[in-house]
């Protein structure tokens, strides 16, 4: 490999896999803890349907505009990318079960249908973490010197796009959540300096207002 060759930086996705471990890692309890409890199923609703669409929008990027990439023209070990392709399924699956019932709990409570979908998460926990650390370990190496900067971006754009513009500035607080001095400074030069003079004016009161009174 020439060393001179442009590499992209990749860590922005590994901000967003600490946002889907940390939000679907607390889901099955949230749900549990709200049974029967419709003020809460209405707040927890709202959320686990934000972060399952957040959840669907990441990995259909990654179908989309980066596995076929990386098919054409890298090499991979292909047991790798099978498992990729499973474990994407796997949660794909999970994610559209808990989509189905996630309508009705919102309003009902239900705490039958609540243990339902904890119980799913809890049992799809283990593939969605190993995924996400495989995806971090042994492909984001590669995908750093084989996506060009342009391909990359659009990654980013299309998860960004899927987002409602009015749900921007929370997401943005999720992203920022756990990162460190270093990495919220570089994750927020691609953010448009409007959306950074808002998400401080505003967006970062309204994430922890939000976040407390989800995670109380
Ligand atoms: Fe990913």
Redesign the pocket.
């Known amino acids: 490999m020439n060393t001179s060759e442009p590499r992209v930086d990749t860590h922005e996705?590994v901000l967003?896999?600490r946002v889907i471990r940390r939000e679907f890692g607390q889901l099955p309890r949230l749900f549990r803890t709200a049974a029967n409890d419709r003020g809460r199923s209405k707040v927890i609703g709202a959320h686990a349907r934000e972060m399952l669409d957040f959840l669907h929008t990441?990995?259909t990027g990654?179908d989309e505009l980066l596995f076929p990439l990386l098919r054409e023209r890298a090499v991979l070990d292909p047991e790798l990318m099978d498992r990729m392709d499973a474990q994407h399924e796997q949660v794909d699956n999970a994610v559209r079960a808990i989509r189905a019932e996630l309508p009705a709990w919102t309003s009902t409570a239900d705490a039958a249908t609540g243990e339902r979908m904890a119980a799913l998460i809890d049992t799809t926990m283990p593939a969605l973490i190993d995924h996400?650390a495989e995806?971090e370990q042994k492909l984001l190496p590669i995908v750093s010197v084989t996506l060009t900067q342009r391909e990359w971006d659009a990654l980013g754009k299309h998860g960004m796009s899927a987002i409602p513009l009015t749900r921007r500035l929370v997401i943005l607080g999720h992203i920022t959540e756990e990162t460190d001095e270093a990495e919220r400074t570089k994750f927020m030069q691609v953010v448009p300096a409007p959306a950074r003079l808002a998400y401080r004016l505003l967006g970062h009161r309204q994430f922890t207002r939000e976040t407390t009174a989800i995670r109380s």
């Open positions: 996705m967003i896999h990441h990995h990654e996400l995806e």
